[in-house]
C-alpha cells in the first residue's frame, strides 16, 4: 500500500539551530512531493515542492527540502529557526499520474521552536 | 483573492441532524476536495471531484455524500451525524493533475453531541 510517514510526532529546536522535519514514503514510480505548513485555527498553506529536477528545492519562508531518490525520503529544513515557525508541518505524495489528483498526507510534525 | 472559502467555520450538531458544508473556489481549478483532519491521523480524503460533473469515494467516504454543484462549488453532506464525525473538515482545490499542489480552505470545526 502507497504511504507517507512522519516518524516524529513532535520536533523541539532552540531558536537559531538548524531544524529537520522527516519524511519517507513507499510510492512506486515518481511521485510529486510536497510540504505544507498548518498554523492554528487555518487551513493547510503550500510551502514547496518537488517534481523533478535539482534535488535540493527551496520554498517559502526561508524552509528548503532534500529530495532523497534511495532513501525515498523528503526532509524539510532550515538553516535558522524562527519563534514563528512553530506549527504543524506535513508532508504529502501524489502519486504518478494514474488518472486522478490524490495526495497522500502523512500524520503531521508538530514543530516547536524555543526562544 | 479569496481562493478557497468554507463555510460555516464552526458548527454544532446532535446526533441524527443532517447539514450541509459549501466549498467554493475562484481559482478556476477543475479539482476539488473534501479532507477531514483527526488528531494523530493527518488528513484523510473523503470524497473528491476530478472534474465538473465527476464525483469520487476517498478513503472515508461512509456517512457523507457529495455535490459538484458546478466547477466552483463542491458541497459535503451529513444525512444523519454521528458523534465519530467530529472533525476539523477541509475544502482544497487544484489545477488537474495536481502538480501546483492543493489550495486550502481555512475549516469547518464540526462537533456531533
Known amino acids: 500500500a502507497q504511504s507517507v510517514a512522519q516518524p516524529e510526532d513532535q520536533v523541539n529546536v532552540a531558536e537559531g539551530n538548524p531544524l529537520t522535519v522527516k519524511c519517507t514514503y513507499s510510492?512506486?514510480?515518481?511521485?510529486?512531493l510536497f510540504w505544507y505548513v498548518q498554523y492554528p485555527n487555518r487551513g493547510l498553506q503550500f510551502l514547496l515542492k518537488?517534481?523533478?529536477?535539482?534535488?535540493l528545492v527551496k520554498g517559502s519562508y526561508g524552509f528548503e527540502a532534500e529530495f532523497n531518490k534511495s532513501q525515498t525520503s523528503f526532509h524539510l529544513k532550515k538553516p535558522s529557526a524562527l519563534v514563528s515557525d512553530s506549527a504543524l508541518y506535513f508532508c504529502?505524495?501524489?502519486?504518478?499520474?494514474?488518472?486522478?489528483?490524490?495526495?497522500?498526507f502523512g500524520t503531521g510534525t508538530r514543530l516547536k521552536v524555543l526562544a | 483573492n479569496a481562493g478557497v472559502t468554507q463555510t460555516p467555520k464552526f458548527q454544532v450538531l446532535k446526533t441524527g441532524q443532517s447539514m450541509t458544508l459549501q466549498c467554493a473556489q475562484d481559482?478556476?481549478?477543475?479539482?476539488m476536495y473534501w479532507y477531514r483532519q483527526d488528531p494523530g491521523m493527518g488528513l484523510r480524503l473523503i470524497y473528491y471531484?476530478?472534474?465538473?460533473?465527476?464525483?469520487d469515494k476517498g478513503e472515508v467516504p461512509n456517512g457523507y455524500n457529495v455535490s459538484r454543484l458546478n466547477k466552483r462549488e463542491f458541497s459535503l453532506r451529513l444525512e444523519s451525524a454521528a458523534p465519530s464525525q467530529t472533525s476539523v473538515y477541509f475544502c482544497?482545490?487544484?489545477?488537474?493533475?495536481?502538480?501546483?499542489?492543493?489550495?486550502f480552505g481555512s475549516g469547518t470545526r464540526l462537533t456531533v453531541v
Open positions: 482544497a482545490s487544484s489545477e488537474a493533475g495536481g502538480s501546483d499542489g492543493y489550495t
Open positions: 510510492v512506486s514510480g515518481n511521485p510529486y
Open positions: 518537488y517534481i523533478t529536477g535539482d534535488n
Open positions: 504529502a505524495v501524489r502519486p504518478p499520474a494514474s488518472g486522478t489528483y490524490k495526495y497522500i
Open positions: 481559482m478556476n481549478h477543475n479539482s
Open positions: 471531484s476530478a472534474s465538473e460533473g465527476t464525483t
